[in-house]
């Protein structure tokens, strides 16, 4: 589904990337884990077009979508959900929603409005509220739900647990996990290494830009010192 080869990228002269690489399998939960300024989110920018590698290459279903521009990749079926949400806070969550749908996609699951506030309960109940009046949980929600109208055949997650309340976190794996079984491929980047431990298959860890780690949780169990030395404690 994704194969990430060799990227490095760059922030002006500062190179952030330096020579990361793994492969999603369709279907496959994959996250990304490793401390603040590990590379995670620069990877996904990297993948998805907003700071393209400047060496390296990223291939989605079988094309080589390296350098392609931003709007293009999300055509392709290629989600993304920023740390930041960006929902449309003037807008009700049914109208956010509505922002974000795209006709049916061969090979991608398809989503309606009703399917995802099933998955969402939360915005169900508040579907006529504006965005503002939501909590930064259901914003997160929203955000996914509306990434999920566009009927990706992968979704790209930056940081799902992050600022928000336990309970939330806990719907938000509940989400994840149902993405899987719906045959969703996702690529999450995470700090929480309970979060990741509940809704992925694989942990890619991350450190100074370099893949440090890519394997199962039980390989990464065996390894505690790989775990010690990249990841924080917090979430372990």
């Given at each position: 589904?994704?194969?990430?080869?060799?990227?490095?990228?760059?922030?002006?002269?500062?190179?952030?990337?330096d020579?990361?690489?793994?492969?999603?399998?369709?279907?496959e939960?994959?996250?990304?884990l490793?401390?603040?300024?590990?590379?995670?989110?620069?990877?996904?920018?990297?993948?998805?077009?907003?700071?393209?590698?400047?060496a390296?290459?990223?291939?989605?279903?079988?094309?080589?979508?390296?350098?392609?521009?931003?709007?293009?990749?999300?055509r392709?079926?290629?989600?993304?959900?920023?740390e930041?949400?960006?929902?449309?806070?003037?807008?009700?969550?049914?109208?956010?929603?509505e922002?974000?749908?795209?006709?049916?996609?061969?090979?991608?699951?398809?989503?309606s409005?009703?399917?995802?506030?099933?998955?969402?309960?939360n915005?169900?109940?508040?579907?006529?509220?504006?965005?503002?009046?939501?909590?930064?949980?259901?914003?997160?929600?929203?955000?996914?739900?509306?990434?999920?109208?566009?009927?990706?055949?992968?979704?790209?997650?930056d940081?799902?647990?992050?600022?928000?309340?336990?309970?939330?976190?806990?719907?938000?794996?509940?989400?994840v996990?149902?993405?899987?079984?719906?045959g969703?491929?996702?690529?999450?980047?995470?700090?929480?290494?309970?979060?990741?431990?509940?809704?992925?298959?694989?942990?890619?860890?991350?450190?100074?830009?370099?893949?440090?780690?890519?394997?199962?949780?039980?390989?990464?169990?065996?390894?505690?010192?790989?775990?010690?030395?990249?990841?924080?404690?917090?979430?372990?």
């Amino acid at each position: 589904m994704l194969e990430v080869a060799d990227i490095a990228t760059f922030y002006g002269r500062a190179q952030v990337l330096d020579g990361v690489s793994f492969s999603v399998a369709p279907g496959e939960v994959v996250a990304l884990l490793g401390r603040n300024g590990a590379g995670k989110t620069t990877t996904l920018k990297s993948i998805i077009g907003l700071v393209p590698p400047r060496a390296g290459r990223v291939t989605f279903r079988g094309q080589d979508i390296t350098g392609w521009p931003s709007y293009r990749i999300a055509r392709a079926g290629l989600g993304y959900v920023p740390e930041e949400r960006r929902i449309f806070t003037q807008l009700t969550v049914a109208e956010n929603l509505e922002v974000g749908r795209q006709p049916p996609r061969e090979g991608a699951v398809g989503w309606s409005e009703d399917a995802l506030f099933e998955l969402f309960p939360n915005l169900a109940e508040r579907r006529g509220n504006l965005g503002k009046a939501l909590s930064g949980g259901e914003q997160q929600m929203l955000t996914i739900a509306r990434t999920l109208m566009g009927n990706p055949a992968l979704v790209l997650l930056d940081e799902p647990s992050e600022g928000i309340a336990p309970v939330i976190v806990a719907q938000m794996a509940r989400a994840v996990r149902r993405l899987k079984a719906e045959g969703l491929t996702v690529v999450l980047s995470e700090q929480n290494l309970a979060f990741a431990r509940a809704v992925a298959d694989r942990a890619v860890i991350l450190d100074h830009g370099r893949v440090r780690f890519d394997d199962s949780f039980a390989a990464l169990d065996a390894r505690p010192e790989v775990r010690d030395a990249h990841l924080s404690v917090s979430g372990a």
